[in-house]
Structure formats: structure tokens, C-alpha cells
């Protein structure tokens, strides 16, 4: 199973043909500010996802978003799969092994999604903008780990939101997530973002079903 967030599921990318921030044109940089601004402005974001690959596997599930640091990611059955932002690491639980494992905020491609300044040319690189019919394709590659990394964020223009993003890792399967139900701007529990023993059982957090 392949994981929205925390995991480095990274595609091989040419390095060389990534532009700088300073190369774009006028008309591009406006897109990738407005992007990036989008995504600093969020508060407390709630959405459902439906993550399909190109080996053929389906999920779907929950994820709630409170910027910066904290993030809980719920799959629905029958996959049994939790991610937790706590402020300090990335917290992945199989519930299928009772496996826990940590990771550090700075590892994987969407580590720039809890920062608290968003930008996507610290320690990311631009290397595509795409636009046609209403959408906006933003690819960007990992600096960090030259020719081993790409994400692509696929924004909506009207109204201006994330709707999507493509992963590609090393064994060339792409991941796809498509959020929809969006809500911005909800109260949060904070229990949300502690991993604790009461996750190692599965509760009503599916599909929005949180309660304190």
C-alpha cells in the first residue's frame, strides 16, 4: 500500500531540465505564488481522498489538515492504515501488524504541506507548470535527492483549490489521490493529531465520524 504523505514515493525525474524560480516567466511565477499562497492561507482542512495506482490498487478514506505540523490521513476499510502529524514526527500505524513507525518531518515529498512557510523552492525545485481547461499542473522534484523525486500538485482555478496530486516512485507506478467534500476553516480537536493506544483500535474516525 502506498501512502499519501510521509514515504518517499518518488519518481526518476531529469534534474537538469528543472528551471529556477528566477527562469519562469512573468505570467508562470503569478500561477506558482498563487499556488503557494493558496496553500499558506489554509487554516484547518478537512477532505475525502480516493487513492488509485497505476498497478491497479483502490483506497479511499479521510484526511484532516490543521497548518503547520498536523495532519491525520484515515483509510476506510478494509485497508487498515493511519498517518499522524503530532507536531514533531510522522507517525505511520499498520494496524494489520500493530507496527508503528516514525519519520522525520523533513523526510518525503510532502514535507513542504506542514511547514510553516510554504515554498516550493526550499529544498523543491519548479519543474514544470501546465495549464489547459480550467487546471493547473505544478511538477516539482526533490533537491535533495537529485533525480529521484517528483510530485505533481493539480490545483482547479475556479474557485483556486488542491484537487489532486500524482506521485511516481522508483518502480515507475504512479500513485493518484483526488480530494473532494472540502471543507476549510472547521474546528479541530487536537486528539485528532496524538497518536495513542486508542488508535491501535479502529474507532468511528472513518468518513468524519470523529468524536471527542
Same mark, same amino acid.
Given at each position: ?13 531529469? !534534474? ?5 524560480? %528566477?527562469?519562469?516567466?512573468?505570467? @508562470? ?5 498563487? /499556488? ?48 499522524? /502529524? ?10 494489520? !501488524? ?30 514544470? *507548470? =501546465? ?7 505544478? =511538477?516539482? *522534484? @526533490? ?25 511516481? %516512485?522508483?518502480?515507475? !507506478?504512479? +500513485? ?6 472540502? +471543507?476549510?476553516?472547521?474546528?479541530? @480537536? =487536537? =486528539?485528532?493529531?496524538?497518536?495513542? %493506544? ?15
Amino acid at each position: 500500500m502506498r501512502l499519501l504523505f510521509c514515504l518517499p514515493l518518488l519518481l526518476v525525474a531529469l !534534474i537538469d531540465t528543472a528551471q529556477c524560480e %528566477d527562469s519562469w516567466p512573468p505570467g @508562470d511565477q503569478a500561477y506558482i505564488d498563487k /499556488a503557494e499562497a493558496f496553500l499558506n492561507e489554509i487554516d484547518t482542512y478537512r477532505a475525502r481522498f480516493i487513492q488509485v495506482t497505476s498497478d491497479g490498487s483502490y483506497s479511499e478514506g479521510w484526511l484532516w489538515l490543521q497548518r503547520p505540523r498536523l495532519l491525520r490521513v484515515e483509510y476506510a476499510p478494509p485497508v487498515d492504515l493511519l498517518l499522524v /502529524a503530532d507536531g514533531t514526527f510522522l507517525i505511520f500505524f499498520d494496524r494489520d !501488524i500493530d507496527q508503528v513507525t516514525e519519520f522525520s518531518y523533513q523526510a518525503g515529498p510532502f514535507r513542504f504541506l506542514l511547514a510553516d512557510e510554504i515554498s516550493f523552492n526550499e529544498d523543491m525545485i519548479v519543474n514544470s *507548470i =501546465k495549464r489547459q481547461a480550467g487546471v493547473l499542473r505544478i =511538477k516539482l *522534484i @526533490d533537491e535533495g535527492m537529485s533525480g529521484a523525486g517528483s510530485v505533481t500538485l493539480v490545483f482547479e482555478e475556479t474557485p483556486f483549490r488542491l484537487v489532486k496530486w500524482e506521485v511516481t %516512485d522508483l518502480a515507475s !507506478i504512479v +500513485t493518484h489521490v483526488t480530494l473532494y467534500d472540502h +471543507t476549510f476553516g472547521l474546528p479541530l @480537536d =487536537k =486528539k485528532l493529531f496524538r497518536f495513542t %493506544d486508542f488508535d491501535r483500535v479502529r474507532y468511528d474516525y472513518r468518513y468524519g465520524n470523529y468524536e471527542e
